[in-house]
């Protein structure tokens, strides 16, 4: 404890630096290079909270496709003078997803479209991290014939699907390892382990309901 007061300050001031822009360059992609004059993206999950162009962070993403982003958004001039005049002047970061980028998960060539690929398909996956939509195409070329079958493509990405006939959401293998170990060890039941996962993606309530696309 008296380690941590002398620290305290400065472990307080690294963590609301994470909610800002710390010391990014705010109008600079950290993959391309390219100056941007629209808002840059971020990803809560890889290790360094690097700005990236929207083409750029897809692309970082291809083979993660359940990684939680932030878009930097901006407020207006009247608004940061006259109500946060000690604030990050240049706006804020707000949730945002891969699937509103229009990134697309093509399976069974490791993160590669499949030659011959089916029709964008939504599916909702639940990860340790929240629920996700995420927009999928199958393999349908003659390379995977022993393993054609939609489950067992949404099975080697380690998703489990609810449904083998016609798979419109899978949980990820991470989500039901630790629920298995939360049961066994806290006696956890399953209601208030999925309240918690999506009060990850949305604690306040503000997104739809989480409902698969047909």
Known sequence: MHSWLNVRSIVLDEMVTLDGPGDLQLDLCCS????????LHCCLECSYSSLHCSECIVKIHKVLPLHRLEVRSFLSRDIVTLTLPQS??????NRTSLHSLGFTCHLGHHGDPCPIQSSPYNLTVVDINGWHRVRVTFCTCDKTTPWHDRYRQLLRMRWYPASFNRPRSAFSFDLLETYHKLTLQGKLNLYDFYLTIMQKSDNQGRSKTMVSDI
């Open 32 to 39: 391309c290079s390219n100056r941007q004059p629209t808002p």
């Open 88 to 93: 990050w002047q240049n706006g804020f970061f």
